[in-house]
């Protein structure tokens, strides 16, 4: 289908020059915050510039806040239709502190109902608990449930609170807003309206739709100020809220050494515990200035954004697969025809053309590499990720159990996704915008031929598959080193990853530090000796064995890093001669060279390695030359040279311990064991990549590749070498290049 254009051309240029910092950039993520455009905060600057401004609370005919925080109550309200003698602004850090005061305040007894939807914010879910320490009974509903109590008589005799958000976070859906009057026709009946998502962008009348209370973001509205929300009360109403705590500029009168104290009679004043943000509050103006200057006002955005939504819902939709499967499953009750039922929002997950779910981490890789900003997780809204993904309250603590939390990138356990994609729309977005995104899934995830035509000669066997390199890694994250034998025993090869640098409790990577790859150690078995090597400085030792007296001087750091983020590992600083050759050539103070004793891991296999996953990482050069054919078709695709990106600096890049030839391309993740000169390695899985392999070893520059063609290589899921270790009780042996390696069957 074809976009249906709000804007004209005129309003289109205006707003691709007031949004400078998108340039290059898709941002697809205004639910989670919309943009400031240049004039609002130049205008914003100008105010401040030009003016004096101090606390409200100061008397002073200089003092411009009073006025202005009075102002901005008025364009909030003026902006919501509502009546001034009908409602009241309370300013708050934003909508979940908003959503705290009723919490907090509301007259729930051990009477009372509170009636949550099902896909509330976990904001508002948050209330249950002081309903529940209050002595209420808590209702947790679907839409039909809670329009049925809607429509019943009292609930209860005491104070009922109803609280559902007028938009879903998760992807827009619409709930009735008729519900609130429905609701207010029983006398004890009160409603708490999340609109922090809906009037974001649209338009509420309160003249016509009545709440008790209300709350807003205005980081959601235009962009800035953050921090800063309201919650709207309706004035009879106003008296459910029993506040206890009191703090200043809230009381008329309060005694020290006798409990008493007399709230200020105004409800804003009373609930504004100390001096509230002025000057974010005076810069509100510019906001709703720039919602009605640039886009003339809430309708055209709401149909803008609605529209935007119908074109990628539409978009997404027409995708398949060569066997005719669909590539985005999107979760949404809607068909996206009706604006009065949905807003611009979209959730949605990739699938492969088997049908199973692809990681929203995978996605996010992706993304990052063309500057698409898009939102993933379950965006603090368990209960819509639980309907639309299927998953029951046994799952939640399954995952939990199985390490998953909130905001990590465990995205698929036990084949099922934690959650999902989530694409949302401001009043400056573009029809471009969803072009680039639907290029992204087409590009990276759609799958036009059969990719298992090049699995036609991998049930052969294979005898003659040998070791072709040895690379040992003594600091985490620093230079390899390449042998022709070395010993290797029950932890991996001697040595590897053995050390770490760290920045107090910090362990540097070359995700955040990439010069790391340009320290070249190198080992002297026969001195035990290592020394550590950086062009142009002098070099610098470091005894590999740590004496008794050190070891007593271990110390404990916790370690938060790729797949081991918690694991705690003792270690040892290896000096201040070291500690200080560092510091001259990262720049970074505080620095130290720690070697690790012994490691509280969750494996199986429990050792003092510092590496991710497992002990000993395989790579296979067949797939590295898959892989390097794909860097230089996609490198030509952008009219890029590819001439650095070769077998060996590829292997270099992906860190391997053991490169191996002989086996077709990426048969070695099907393997579960293999033997190497006596030793059985047990196979633990494919290697997730992440951006450490766009780091040129050796001279610490960040490149596209090879992640990039990496993720355009369907159904990798950013996989490439695999994890192994050594078998419990393993003696140590020799491991030389040309040893052969025999491939175990169950």
């Known amino acids: 289908m074809e976009f249906e254009n709000v804007y004209d051309e005129k309003t289109k240029m205006k707003l691709e020059e007031e949004f400078p910092q998108l340039s290059g950039v898709t941002y697809l993520d205004h639910a989670g915050a919309t943009l400031f455009s240049k004039t609002q905060i130049e205008s914003v600057s100008e105010e401040l510039k030009g003016n004096l401004f101090f606390n409200p609370h100061t008397n002073g005919a200089k003092n411009r806040s009073t006025k202005a925080v009075a102002e901005a109550r008025s364009l909030v309200l003026r902006h919501l239709n509502a009546d001034p003698d009908e409602y009241s602004v309370i300013f708050t850090s934003g909508a979940t502190a908003g959503m705290k005061i009723v919490g907090e305040c509301f007259a729930l007894t051990s009477g009372s109902v509170l009636v949550m939807h099902e896909e509330s914010h976990t904001s508002a879910m948050g209330i249950r608990e002081y309903a529940l320490k209050k002595g209420a009974d808590v209702k947790v509903c679907n839409s039909e449930e809670l329009e049925v109590l809607a429509t019943k008589g009292n609930i209860s005799e005491a104070p009922n609170l109803f609280c559902f958000p007028a938009m879903s976070n998760f992807n827009g859906k619409k709930l009735p807003l008729k519900w609130v009057n429905m ?146 499953q999107i979760y949404s009750e809607t068909a996206y025809d009706d604006i009065e039922t949905q807003g611009g929002v979209l959730n949605f997950n990739i699938l492969s053309a088997s049908g199973a779910a692809v990681g929203y981490s995978h996605f996010t890789r992706v993304a990052d590499l063309h500057q698409v900003v898009v939102r993933t997780g379950c965006f603090c809204n368990t209960g819509s990720c639980q309907k639309y993904l299927g998953m029951t309250d046994d799952h939640i603590k399954d995952n939990f159990d199985a390490g998953h939390v909130c905001g990590d990138d465990v995205d698929i356990i036990d084949d099922a996704p934690t959650g999902s994609i989530r694409i949302s729309f401001g009043y400056m977005s573009t029809k471009e915008d969803v072009d680039k995104l639907v290029w992204l899934v087409k590009e990276y995830f759609q799958e036009e031929v059969d990719n298992e035509a090049s699995k036609e000669f991998r049930d052969s066997t294979h005898s003659d598959i040998r070791v072709t390199g040895l690379l040992v890694y003594p600091v985490k994250s620093c230079g390899g080193i390449s042998v022709q034998s070395w010993p290797i025993s029950e932890g991996g090869l001697m040595y590897d990853r053995q050390w770490m640098v760290m920045q107090g409790k910090r362990v540097i990577t070359q995700k955040k530090e990439p ?232």
Not at 233 to 262: C, D
Not at 630 to 639: E, G, M, P, R, S
Request: aromatic share 8%.
């Open 183 to 328: 609701i207010k026709k029983k006398r004890q009946n009160f409603v708490l309206l999340d609109t922090a998502s809906f009037v974001s962008t649209n338009s509420l009348d309160l003249r016509l739709i009545k709440p008790d209370f209300l709350v807003i973001s205005f980081y959601k509205l235009f962009g800035y100020p953050t921090g800063l929300g309201a919650l709207i009360v309706k004035t009879s109403s106003a008296n459910l809220l029993k506040k206890t705590y009191f703090g200043g500029g809230t009381v008329e009168m309060n005694l020290v050494r006798k409990n008493l104290h007399v709230e200020r009679k105004s409800l804003s004043d009373k609930f504004e515990d100390g001096t509230v943000d002025f000057l974010g509050i005076s810069s509100l103006k510019f906001g709703f200035k720039a919602l009605t200057d640039l886009t003339g006002g809430m309708g055209a955005i709401s149909m803008h954004t609605f529209n935007l939504a119908k074109y990628a819902f539409y978009q997404l939709s027409s995708l398949r697969h060569f066997k005719g499967g669909k590539v985005v």
């Open 515 to 746: 010069m790391l790859s340009m320290i070249q150690p190198s080992i002297d078995l026969e001195r035990k000796v290592m020394t550590l090597s950086f062009p142009g400085e002098t070099d610098v030792e470091v005894n590999i064995e740590a004496s008794g007296e050190l070891k007593q001087r271990s110390f404990e750091d916790n370690i938060c890093i790729g797949n081991v983020c918690g694991e705690e590992v003792e270690g040892i600083s290896c000096g201040a001669e070291v500690s200080n050759w560092l510091e001259k050539i990262l720049g970074i103070d505080d620095v130290k060279l720690v070697k690790g004793l012994r490691r509280r891991s969750k494996r199986k296999l429990v050792s003092n390695s510092l590496a991710n996953d497992s002990d000993c990482l395989v790579l296979n050069t067949e797939s590295i030359n898959i892989l390097a054919n794909k860097v230089k078709q996609t490198c030509a695709k952008y009219n890029e040279d590819s001439e650095e990106f070769t077998i060996k600096t590829l292997s270099q890049r992906f860190r391997g311990n053991i490169i191996i030839e002989g086996v077709p391309p990426f048969e070695e993740e099907s393997w579960t064991s293999f033997r190497l000169n006596g030793l059985v390695f047990r196979v633990g899985g494919a290697c997730k990549r992440c951006q450490m392999i766009t780091v040129e070893q050796g001279s610490g520059q960040v490149t596209k590749e090879p992640l990039r063609s990496l993720a355009q290589m369907k159904n990798r899921n950013f996989n490439f070498g695999i994890h192994t270790s050594l078998t419990s009780g393993a003696r140590q042996e020799l491991i030389n290049i040309g040893d052969q390696i025999q491939v175990l069957t169950n």
